[in-house]
């Protein structure tokens, strides 16, 4: 489809923008996924400032988003156009194996972390899977950083470390793992800011953990497990 042509909402098309500040890479990229019948490239950045403009304007579903940019990072920027349009999907793309990036990235609420490396016909479904709304975080990846995180390997009762959470705190842990702040939160589910905060302090307390991101990995492992028992049904 046409670069200026902007499909509305209803017209099945995946609308995707592109933050690189590699031009070679961000055409290769634009090429290879406007090809496909389904998915439209509605804009392009190569700076953490255009893209901060740009994006909000254009209301893509998806965004592309180099972790390393001259003016910042793409982490940045997904955990500030999240907290505008908490409905874009944000696809990290990087040259680098970077545990520290993976874990920033879930935070920030990222849907999928790929290397460029990654094959073409690879990287246009992990597009239309985060457009899907679906996770595309490698499982083994969140594997490994759950046990550095936990100090250790997992232990066999974290299989019934969930269903220990009321309802409320289950979808606390679910927000979390989207990468919103207790504000955001608090806004989702009709909560004051400080009762967000309580309900925190206690799904941290039963989880046996300490910090917000590792209750931020716990709910990514759960989403993927559950979607992979539902799917082996």
Do not use: W
Request: aromatic share 2%.
């Amino acid at each position: 489809m046409a670069d200026g042509e902007q499909p509305g909402p209803d017209d099945g098309q995946i609308r995707v923008f592109l933050l690189d500040d590699h031009e070679v890479v961000r055409r290769g990229v634009h090429d290879l996924l406007n090809d496909e019948p389904d998915i439209t490239v509605v804009g392009e950045a190569a700076t953490v400032e255009q893209a901060l403009v740009r994006v909000p304007a254009l209301r893509p579903r998806v965004a592309v988003l180099d972790v390393r940019l001259p003016d910042g990072d793409g982490v940045t920027v997904c955990r500030e156009l999240r907290s505008r349009m908490p409905d874009l999907a944000c696809l990290m793309l990087t040259s680098f194996d970077d545990e520290e990036a993976l874990l920033d990235s879930i935070m920030a609420g990222a849907s999928g972390y790929v290397l460029k490396q990654i094959r073409g016909s690879d990287l246009v479904e992990a597009v239309r899977t985060v457009a899907r709304g679906q996770s595309l975080l490698d499982p083994s990846a969140t594997t490994k950083l759950m046990e550095r995180l936990r100090g250790g390997p997992r232990k066999e009762q974290e299989e019934d470390v969930l269903p220990g959470l009321t309802e409320r705190e289950r979808e606390i842990l679910e927000l979390i793992g989207e990468g919103l702040t207790n504000r955001q939160i608090g806004r989702r589910l009709y909560l004051a800011e400080k009762t967000v905060k309580n309900h925190i302090s206690r799904l941290l307390a039963k989880l046996g953990v300490e910090r917000r991101i590792q209750a931020a990995v716990i709910a990514t492992e759960a989403r993927d497990r559950l979607r992979h028992d539902g799917n082996s049904r």
